[in-house]
């Protein structure tokens, strides 16, 4: 008694000792002192077998001195039973006929649950319910397990229950509260009566009254160590009744909602589950289709576990898929999974209740109207990540409004909170949102949501391309409407860091309206508008792959405007031109981008838009340059040139006066590359343009290499490198990088120079930057023959050689000739040393090039 002072059985016990040995006065104060102890410390009244006791003490019944079989205190849970006499039987029938739910929902030991095969990983999972129910087993006595559905909450709490059953040897009880189940939800008054019945409670006994219920419930459980597992709670009301008040019990509640409620009311401690690692979701599947299998299979069954995103549920059903289907290819599913809705492929054939989108549907169901609605909206996102803003934009709500629908979302895991303002769906949760729109939202509600989207997407990246990058021209399309409120941006940090969290969901959505758009749908411009205010950004990040993508999509759709108002759509198209040649110039297709800026400057000629000319002009002019032809350069550059003054475009005269520097410089016009160089520099200092600052720094560190001024390049390189680390601008750093290599070269530090160019080629061909990795390759070689390392000169002169004639880089070229003839040289190889100089002599004579001071001057 002193060890477990409000155990009633006891109490009890000794109660009948003492009055069998004659001592009745004490045997009745054990009782008023017990009765005592459960008013003051617990708020309860005796049990019924402490009162029957104390009533038959005081008529000195001659019961006591027999066998007394005692009724509101059985067996302890867990403990197995013989069969139970007829009496008990019919007593049992006789209950469920006059309370046939009471059936239907019974609580029942752990031990008895079905297991669901060997259990896979969450270890770290386990270790931190142990320590959470050690924490709160000396407080709340209460832990939830919640997470989304599929995520294996039961399964790791019946896990755990297993291993912990020795801290509670008076049992382990489990009831489904059927909260996200079919049917209806139990009642706590259903959940207290079975839980009852499961404690040894006789039925006679139960009250009916719900606080009856629990005011017994407790008292049952004291004095006890019982863990009580409450799966698949729906509410914090349905839990709140059943958490056991004594110390030494534990209710282990799991749920797809959070239950916040139980934290402010009981202080309950929470784990939340998510994914499975990728280690453990592979080793499921392994567990189940084996080792060989899927080992025969690594790529596709690491694919597997991506497109279910680490679900148990969605993993377990693929695997029995392909248990039960064992000529089944791992790769070929999992590209049926990737084919469509993955969902459609993610149910066992035969059984329905086994199927992922089952599972999210029971979750759907609890919803109410309203915020069910939003999350079928959610489908129409392009992607399963987004800011509220542009959820409010789709719902056509305030973000106060979305904020609040979003947060019911969340309370039940159907989204997550990313950071300060984002929200994410889970992909496969995204993926059911998806077939809810499609099969539940009428045509028109979606069109006018995905059109407030796109509104919504334009404005925002509008304004995010106007503080990155506002020297960039961008299109000036009538726009759907005037768009709805969109971020502000303060600095290009912001900007940027903007671009980068939604740079794949812009690039979805353009495709989406391509994919959308069909031969007699009305033309909108807002994929060319979107694809226009993109291109300052992908230039900057060196995006090629989805720089090509958007601007064919935007050429695509400026021709399928076909006769919408000319001059709209052929300017989107002059301008999606201009984009794709630009990028096909830093690609190395030199000819595609001269057709395309030759076809842009006649369109913007046709359509009188002379005021956009001037950057297919300095485009044209660039592409000739990489080409080697110098002067013809020149003349588009200098007529780019003077339409960006006309028109005063400051950062275009920045950037054609670089272009012209550096042409200066190749034709050995030494002062007038400085001047043009220099002007080039301030115009970006004046505008704010550290990129631009950066290329004119490297561009003038590569003149003064040129003209034999070492110190004077290695001054302009340094701050070049200062410069492009401030712009955070890989293209920037790597010409910074190159323009170094060649200022240590002039000061005749060779191996700090190799060091410089064979840095900067694993970076060049790793953005695909092709000019400046031929431009390191011969920096490389340069460096090797200064070394007498010929035969490495040679092998980098070859690959830069083949790299210049492929795509067409004639001035690079003759360079290449030039190293590869000075390494025959130094090789004693002097026939070929001969025929590659010839060679190169004639490209310069071809280009107008004249190494002054240049590593690459040949006599």
């Not at 000195?60 to 403990?79: E, F, M, Y």
């Not at 060049?764 to 200064?786: F, H, K, Q, T």
Request: proline share 5%.
């Amino acid at each position: 008694m002193a060890e477990h002072p409000h155990h009633e059985r006891l109490a009890v016990l000794r109660m009948i000792a003492l009055y069998r040995s004659d001592r009745r006065g004490e045997a009745l104060q054990v009782y008023n002192e017990t009765r005592a102890r459960l008013a003051e410390e617990l708020g309860l009244d005796p049990g019924v077998d402490l009162k029957r006791v104390q009533g038959m003490i005081l008529h000195a019944d001659p019961a006591l001195l027999k066998d007394l079989q005692l009724q509101g205190v059985g067996r302890r849970p867990g403990a197995e039973a013989g069969p139970e006499p007829p009496a008990a039987r019919d007593t049992a029938a006789r209950w469920k006929a006059v309370n046939p739910e009471a059936g239907a929902a019974c609580a029942q030991s752990v031990r008895r649950h079905p297991r669901t095969g060997v259990y896979i990983g969450r270890e770290r999972e386990l270790e931190e319910l142990t320590a959470l129910a050690a924490q709160a087993g000396s407080r709340s006595g209460l832990v939830t397990v919640v997470g989304a559905a599929g995520t294996g909450k039961t399964a790791l709490a019946l896990q755990w229950s297993r291993r912990a059953e020795a801290d509670f040897p008076d049992g382990q009880l489990f009831v489904d509260l059927r909260g996200h189940s079919e049917g209806d939800p139990l009642t706590p008054k259903e959940a207290l009566t079975t839980l009852l019945s499961s404690l040894g409670t006789a039925y006679q006994d139960i009250p009916h009254r719900e606080a009856e219920l629990a005011e017994l419930y407790q008292r049952a459980l004291v004095g006890r160590r019982v863990l009580v597992v409450l799966d698949n709670a729906e509410s914090a009301d349905q839990v709140s009744g059943l958490v056991p008040y004594g110390l030494g019990c534990l209710a282990l509640v799991t749920s797809r909602s959070r239950l916040g409620g139980l934290i402010v009311r009981h202080g309950a401690s929470t784990l939340r589950l998510g994914p499975l690692a990728t280690a453990e979701a592979e080793e499921l599947l392994r567990s189940i289709i084996g080792a060989v299998r899927a080992g025969s299979e690594p790529q596709a069954l690491a694919d597997l576990v991506k497109v279910c995103g680490g679900n148990p549920l969605a993993l377990r059903i693929v695997a029995a898929n392909l248990a039960v289907n064992p000529d089944c290819r791992l790769a070929d599913y999992a590209g049926a999974l990737r084919s469509g809705n993955p969902l459609e492929h993610l149910s066992v054939a035969g059984d329905p209740g086994s199927a992922v989108r089952r599972a999210f549907e029971l979750t759907r169901q609890r919803l109410d109207p309203e915020t069910a609605e939003a999350f079928r909206m959610l489908g129409l996102l392009p992607g399963p990540a987004t800011t509220v803003a542009a959820v409010a934009a789709l719902l056509g709500r305030s973000v106060r409004a979305t904020q609040a629908l979003l947060d019911r979302l969340y309370s039940i895991h159907l989204v997550e909170s990313i950071m300060r303002e984002r929200v994410r769906l889970p992909d496969l949760i995204w993926w059911y949102a998806r077939f809810l729109a499609d099969e539940e939202q009428p045509a028109q509600v979606r069109r006018e949501g995905r059109r407030r989207l796109l509104r919504w997407y334009l404005g925002a990246a509008d304004a995010a391309a106007r503080c990155l990058h506002p020297q960039f021209p961008r299109l000036e399309l009538p726009g759907p409407g005037e768009p709805p409120p969109s971020p502000r941006f303060d600095n290009r940090k912001d900007a940027a860091a903007w671009f980068d969290a939604e740079r794949t969901e812009l690039v979805k959505l353009i495709q989406s309206i391509d994919a959308d758009a069909g031969a007699d749908s009305e033309p909108d411009p807002v994929d060319r508008l979107l694809a226009s205010t993109l291109r300052g950004y992908f230039w900057l990040r060196r995006d090629t792959e989805s720089w090509m993508a958007v601007d064919t999509i935007a050429r695509r759709a400026a021709e399928r405007a076909g006769d919408a108002p000319g001059q709209a759509v052929e300017a989107g198209e002059a301008a999606a031109l201009s984009d794709l040649a630009g990028l096909s110039t830093d690609l190395g297709g030199l000819e595609q981008a001269a057709g395309d800026f030759d076809e842009a400057i006649a369109l913007n000629n046709a359509i009188r838009r002379v005021n956009c000319q001037a950057q297919p002009l300095s485009g044209r002019g660039e592409v000739l340059y990489a080409m080697g032809r110098l002067r013809e350069a020149g003349i588009f550059c200098r007529r780019a040139l003077a339409l960006s003054r006309r028109i005063g475009a400051p950062h275009s005269i920045a950037r054609v006066g670089n272009t012209l520097a550096a042409i200066s410089s190749d034709l050995g016009e030494q002062r007038e590359a400085v001047k043009l160089a220099e002007e080039s520099l301030q115009g970006y200092r004046a505008v704010g343009n550290l990129a631009g600052e950066a290329e004119s720094l490297s561009g003038l560190a590569l003149i003064a290499a040129r003209g034999g001024d070492g110190r004077g390049a290695l001054r302009f390189g340094l701050a070049a490198s200062r410069v492009s680390r401030k712009a955070g601008r890989p293209r920037m750093k790597l010409d910074a990088m190159i323009a170094m290599g060649h200022a240590r070269f002039e000061l005749r530090s060779y191996e700090r120079a190799l060091a410089h160019f064979d840095r900067a080629r694993p970076a060049a061909y790793e953005m695909g930057y092709l000019r400046g990795l031929v431009m390191a390759l011969l920096g490389s070689g340069v460096c090797a023959l200064r070394m007498n390392r010929p035969g490495e000169a040679l092998r980098h002169s070859g690959e830069a050689l083949a790299l210049a004639r492929s795509s067409l880089l004639l001035l690079h070229e003759g360079q290449a000739y030039v190293v590869k003839a000075m390494a025959h040289r130094a090789d004693g190889d002097q026939a070929a040393a001969r025929r590659a100089g010839q060679r190169a002599l004639e490209i310069y004579a071809r280009t107008g090039f004249r190494p002054v001071c240049s590593p690459f001057s040949w006599r």
